[in-house]
């Protein structure tokens, strides 16, 4: 079997965030594994980034020839959730479910664990008590209100060779995978290798970067233009002398002093246009 994914950036210590997640499965089981029979497992995880912000994930196996169906089903349902939010009665089952944890004598030791992952990492601690005021507060609308703001930046990772077609969350037809490209490099600023790397190399005589007032293009050395809205940068990893950005359609563009002269304009441009919660430090595991 292979497994197909979906990466659901949102707010640290959202309460409305994990029981989106936890409806998200709660479907996914139902409809891929009981339903429809293309899928055994349905998994969720999560791993706090920094102090704002928490990554959600959902995995979902899929059968062997059906993994474009499994993808469309975990796109569509969590699509389902952010537009139309959960049922009361689903939302009521996943409240209830941690508030049962909560309620375990054995809870402490969850406490326990994380309040020493918070001292450790400098996050917020939030005890029992708190967490259980906001299981209460959440509503359906809060749910949908967070799933959606979480997929305006999500991942949909398919096999290579899965081919789908996805609408986002306006109905219109969703980016897929891949570069968005173009047969000309647009009107801007232009950046190119520096002088030794055109000497030497063919290639760099014909890259640059080209800076515009909405985003920026790479012109690689084969002559290829990948373009990257401002708009549609999931991430950026940021260096003292680079930015690196990634694309929701899978671009990858480097804006680096080692590799293009003159680039500190385009990192200041780059930095005020992406939102604070898309960028990060760059360290010896990325």
């Avoid at 089981?29 to 990554?55: F, Y």
């Avoid at 309040?115 to 809060?142: D, K, S």
């Avoid at 009107?187 to 520096?194: E, H, N, S």
Wanted: charged fraction near 25%.
């Amino acid at each position: 079997m292979t497994s197909v994914g979906l990466s659901l950036l949102g707010p640290a210590g959202s309460t409305a965030a994990s029981m989106g997640l936890g409806v998200l499965r709660e479907r996914l089981l139902q409809t891929a594994r009981r339903d429809q029979g293309i899928s055994n497992e349905v998994s969720g995880c999560q791993a706090d980034l920094d102090p704002a912000r928490t990554m959600r994930l959902v995995v979902l196996d899929a059968r062997e020839g059906r993994e474009a169906e499994a993808a469309t089903l975990l796109w569509n349902t969590a699509r389902d959730i952010a537009t139309l939010g959960p049922d009361q009665a689903e939302l009521d089952h996943e409240i209830a479910g941690f508030a049962e944890v909560l309620a375990d004598p054995r809870a402490c030791e969850i406490m326990l664990d994380h309040g020493a992952r918070c001292e450790l990492f400098g996050f917020p601690f939030r005890p029992m008590e708190q967490v259980a005021e906001e299981l209460a507060a959440t509503t359906p609308a809060r749910v949908a209100e967070t799933m959606a703001a979480s997929l305006r930046t999500a991942l949909l990772v398919v096999p290579e060779d899965c081919e789908v077609a996805l609408a986002d969350l306006d109905g219109k037809p969703l980016t897929l995978g891949g570069c968005t490209r173009a047969a000309d490099a647009p009107a801007g600023t232009v950046l190119r290798p520096k002088l030794f790397a055109r000497a030497i190399d063919k290639s760099a005589r014909r890259a640059r970067l080209v800076l515009t007032a909405d985003g920026i293009a790479y012109v690689d050395g084969d002559g290829d233009v990948h373009f990257a809205a401002f708009t549609d940068v999931v991430g950026v990893q940021m260096a003292d002398d680079a930015r690196i950005l990634f694309t929701r359609g899978g671009c990858v563009i480097p804006v680096d002093k080692e590799l293009f002269s003159g680039v500190d304009v385009a990192i200041r441009a780059i930095d005020a246009a992406v939102p604070a919660e898309l960028r990060y430090q760059s360290s010896e595991l990325n």
